[in-house]
């Protein structure tokens, strides 16, 4: 086996151990369909609704109970998220609240739920900053 062929199957080797880190489910957070993400925000008790957008996303438009925590600053900022909450997230997309999940997770926060399908999904309120 030539060292090209070698590098060119390295880099498939990480582009797919890449993709599917990103895809793969995360242990212990809910998917919800944006009907049932609605349901959840408008418990009112003991709802921590996180947006992990950046902050000029958030400005453009939110859910109305929502508190901005960046992904970018979520790893500094975890100290304001107590596990005794449910904890829900979202983004743009879903993407960046999986990730956020995985961060919390790391972090001791046993449960959450995201918005699948992101913030682009969302059918309810919105308030703009």
């Known amino acids: 086996m030539s060292f090209t062929t070698i590098l060119l199957l390295l880099a498939y080797?990480?582009?797919?151990?890449?993709?599917v880190s990103r895809f793969l489910p995360?242990?212990?957070?809910?998917?919800?369909?944006?009907d049932q993400f609605k349901e959840?925000?408008?418990?009112?008790?003991?709802?921590?609704?996180?947006?992990?957008?950046?902050?000029?996303e958030f400005k453009g438009g939110h859910i109305p109970t929502a508190v901005n925590i960046?992904?970018?600053?979520?790893?500094?900022?975890?100290?304001?998220?107590?596990?005794?909450?449910?904890?829900l997230l979202?983004?743009?997309s879903g993407m960046r609240s999986k990730q956020a999940a995985k961060i919390l997770k790391k972090?001791?926060?046993?449960q959450m739920a995201h918005l699948q399908g992101g913030f682009i999904?969302?059918?309810g309120p919105t308030k703009k900053k």
């Open 13 to 19: 080797a990480i582009i797919i151990w890449y993709l």
């Open 26 to 34: 995360v242990k212990g957070l809910e998917n919800l369909k944006p």
């Open 40 to 56: 959840r925000v408008n418990q009112k008790s003991r709802v921590l609704l996180i947006d992990v957008r950046e902050p000029h």
């Open 70 to 87: 960046p992904l970018s600053q979520l790893s500094n900022r975890v100290k304001e998220i107590s596990a005794k909450n449910d904890v």
């Open 90 to 92: 979202y983004c743009r």
């Open 107 to 110: 972090h001791g926060v046993p």
């Open 121 to 123: 999904t969302w059918n």
